[in-house]
């Protein structure tokens, strides 16, 4: 039985999550992608167009798959078009698209009557048309990830100088410009079978410095009752429901304000700490469900009664990564820790104010808050990352 997982970039969240889980299924596993020569040897890959659904479904066909997933941010929409015309269970394509595309998740959930985060899209190569009263506002690309390209502006003079910045870099993307919304950032974890939704808790998100929107560190901090019902009423409204979904909000006045949808596990290392905690297998569970089998089939945990905090480390200046820690999983008193590079050494990389600006990855998992801050504050001073210009 051959599962397919389309794939740009080879990812932590496949290589150390999905393809352990098929092979611990039974399944083979195949990797399809644009980009094979950046998969490491011994992974079974096949080059394929993958935007393009009808070259998904060309590569999957003939081996009669069992079950076709993406992570990817990028290829959502393709892959539940080739899944529906290969009949496997699969996401909503227009739940996908409407979850990549800022603009279109904006309007569908005003259109529901929940929110109105007012927005406005600025086409390649067009002059933004912003009226004042929306500032500050955040300008970002339409179909943008990792907080890439994601600026805070006072004003219309400053939009104008980060548009043209933007598009600089890449000219040809669209733009929206929202309204800010205030207030704490926090998410929102679920998984579905496409009736019934569960909710794996969330984390409370500390970011760095305005304008950019870095996420510096998460803390273990599942939604509230009232938060849940205001959040899945607004999934309802993408049509989400299939697979993993993770949801960024904050809360203002009580009421939920969503900052966006990703219709996939929590990145950058965070879906392996996730399953960690929550003691799940969490990646044979999304694979289970794209084989078909229903959420009340999953063991999944009513509550959690530890806590966990991760911290990123970032780095503070362009250059070449010249020493960094490597892998690390220790034990501090009732806290397990560990430490994942995220960027390799003799790497030179440019500083950005995004999530591509990440060293490396520590997390804490323990009884108590005040016991795994203490644990990962210790586990961090004895770790130097070093950076020449």
């Known amino acids: 039985m051959r599962l397919y997982l389309t794939a740009l970039n080879p990812t932590d969240a496949v290589l150390d999550g999905f393809l352990p889980a098929a092979a611990s299924l039974g399944l083979s596993a195949t990797v399809l992608t644009d980009r094979p020569a950046e998969w490491p040897a011994g992974v079974r890959v096949a080059r394929c167009a993958v935007r393009d659904p009808a070259a998904v479904v060309a590569a999957a066909a003939p ?25 496997l269970p699969g996401k909503d394509p227009d739940a996908a698209r409407l979850c990549k595309d800022k603009a279109a998740a904006r309007r569908a959930i005003a259109a529901a009557g929940l929110d109105l985060v007012r927005t406005v899209t600025v086409d390649p190569g067009a002059t933004p048309d912003v009226p004042t ?30 548009v043209a910045e933007i598009r600089g870099r890449r000219p040809d993307v669209a733009l929206v410009v929202e309204e800010y919304l205030a207030g704490e950032l926090r998410t929102f974890e679920t998984l579905g079978d496409g009736t019934e939704l569960a909710s794996l808790g969330g984390w409370h998100t500390g970011l760095g410095p305005p304008p950019t929107f870095t996420e510096e560190s998460l803390a273990w901090s599942p939604p509230a009752e009232q938060a849940r019902a205001q959040l899945r009423a607004r999934l309802d409204a993408l049509g989400v429901g299939f697979g993993a979904c993770h949801t960024e909000y904050v809360v203002s006045d009580g009421r939920v304000r969503l900052i966006e949808v990703n219709y996939r596990l929590i990145g950058d290392r965070m879906d392996l700490i996730l399953a960690e905690l929550l003691g799940v297998p969490l990646f044979e569970y999304v694979i289970r469900l794209h084989l078909g089998e229903p959420l009340t089939a999953l063991a999944l945990p009513d509550t959690v009664d530890r806590y966990a905090r991760v911290e990123y480390v970032c780095a503070d200046r362009s250059g070449r990564l010249v020493a960094a820690p490597g892998p690390l999983d220790t034990v501090h008193g009732d806290v397990r820790l560990g430490c994942r590079p995220l960027r390799e050494v003799g790497r030179a990389a440019e500083r950005t104010g995004t999530n591509r600006d990440y060293l490396a990855v520590l997390h804490g998992i323990g009884p108590d808050e005040t016991t795994v801050r203490q644990s990962l504050a210790a586990l961090r001073s004895d770790l130097q990352w070093t950076i020449a210009e």
Do not use: C, W
């Open 63 to 87: 081996t009669r798959a069992v079950a076709l997933l993406s992570n990817s941010d990028h290829l959502q929409e393709a892959t539940a078009i080739a899944a529906r015309k290969l009949g």
């Open 133 to 162: 009263g929306m500032f500050p506002a955040v300008v970002k690309p339409r179909e943008g990830v990792a907080s890439e390209d994601a600026y805070l502006v006072a004003d219309h003079a400053e939009l104008l100088a980060r």
